[in-house]
């Protein structure tokens, strides 16, 4: 089960952190998400993180703005968010994937994901 949060209402250039929190023992051997789905849009890839943190994935969108990371002992992946703009605006989720991907494209498609959360809410306004 995975439960995230962290989302609010900010500024443009503001900065967020958004949490997911994971239950179960086998955390580490879990690739770990994030996606995001503005309204009237479809889900898109934000990043993802393997399970030693060793690599990671970022959409063009959000490179160098964006850093995904985790804490495997506290069950928790983290999503921080820099430099925000309103078209950041989203319900953002969080997806966990048993399997390991061999390139950026794979880790960018939802249906790979076994788990997902409930989704937090980021609006941005300018």
């Known amino acids: 089960q995975l439960q995230a949060c962290g989302g609010g209402l900010v500024q443009a250039g503001d900065s967020l952190r958004l949490s997911c929190a994971a239950s179960?023992?086998?955390?580490?051997?879990?690739?770990m998400g994030w996606f995001r789905q503005a309204p009237g849009k479809e889900r898109e890839f934000v990043a993802r993180i393997s399970g030693n943190s060793a690599t990671t994935y970022y959409a063009d969108s959000v490179k160098g703005r964006f850093t995904i990371s985790r804490d495997n002992a506290k069950n928790t992946v983290y999503l921080q968010m820099n430099s925000l703009k309103p078209e950041d605006t989203a319900l953002y989720y969080c997806?966990?994937?048993?399997?390991?991907?061999?390139?950026?494209?794979?880790?960018?498609?939802?249906?790979?994901?076994?788990?997902w959360g409930q989704g937090t809410k980021v609006t941005v306004s300018s």
């Open positions: 997806a966990a994937d048993q399997g390991a991907v061999a390139a950026q494209a794979e880790a960018e498609r939802a249906t790979i994901y076994d788990y």
């Open positions: 179960g023992s086998t955390f580490s051997k879990y690739k």
